[in-house]
C-alpha cells in the first residue's frame, strides 16, 4: 500500500490559513536553514515554478509521485495562470464544479475522493501520495491519511481555516522525527496508529 501524507504549513494554534484560506503570511518564515532543508530533504512539495527558482527542477522524485488537493487550493495556482502547479507529479484536483481538467497533467476527482485515493494507495510503487490541504479534503480524507508532516510556524492566529475541516473525533498518531529551526519554525512528522 502506498502512503497517503498530509503536508502542511501551520500556526501554533494549527490554523493553516486566515478565515479566508489564506497562507501568504507564513511565507515569509521559509528563509535561512529552513528554506535550504525543504530545498533538500523535501524536493517533492514545492511547486514547480518555486523548484525552477531554487534550482531543484531536476532532482528525481524522492518520497512522492502523486499530489492530491480541493478545488480551492488548486485555485491558487489558477489565479496566477499556472495551471499545472505540480508538473513533476501525477497531479488529482478534486471538484464538483471544475468540468473539464485545465491541464492534461490535472486529472478531476469530481466525486468520492475517499474511493479515488484508496484506488491510488493500492498502486504498486516506491512512492507516495502528496495530499496537499485544503482544509475540507483533508478533512474529507482523514481516514485515508497515514502520515503527517506539520510544518509550524512561531505565530498565533486566534481564529482561521482548520487543518482538518470534519467534525470531532479523537484520531491517534505516533510522533517521529522532530526538527527545529533557527528561525522558531518546527517540523514534526506523525504516523497514524492502525
Ligand atoms: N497552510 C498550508 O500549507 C496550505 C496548504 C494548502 C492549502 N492551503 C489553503 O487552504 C485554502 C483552501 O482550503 P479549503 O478547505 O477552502 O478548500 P480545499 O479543500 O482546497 O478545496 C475544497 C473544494 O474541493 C472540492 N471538494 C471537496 N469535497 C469534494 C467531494 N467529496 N467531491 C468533489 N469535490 C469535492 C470542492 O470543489 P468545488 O467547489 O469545485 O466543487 C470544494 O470547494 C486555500 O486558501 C489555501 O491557501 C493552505
Redesign the pocket.
Known sequence: MRKLTY????SIDG????P?????F?YPYVVGEYAEYLRTEHPDINPTHVRRLIGTDDVPNRAYDTIV????????ALKEGITSPFAHLREY??????AESPHPNVEI??????ARVRELKAEDGPLGIYL?????????LLDEIDELII?TYPIVLGTG?PMF?SGFDVTEFTLGEVRAFDNGAVVRTYTRKR
Open positions: 503536508v502542511i504549513a501551520c490554523f493553516i490559513g486566515g479566508d484560506g489564506d497562507a501568504s507564513m488537493q480541493g478545488r480551492r487550493s488548486y485555485d491558487e484536483v478534486v471538484s464538483r464544479t471544475l476527482i469530481s466525486s468520492d475522493p475517499v496537499c490541504g485544503g482544509s475540507v479534503v483533508a478533512g474529507e510544518k481555516m475541516g
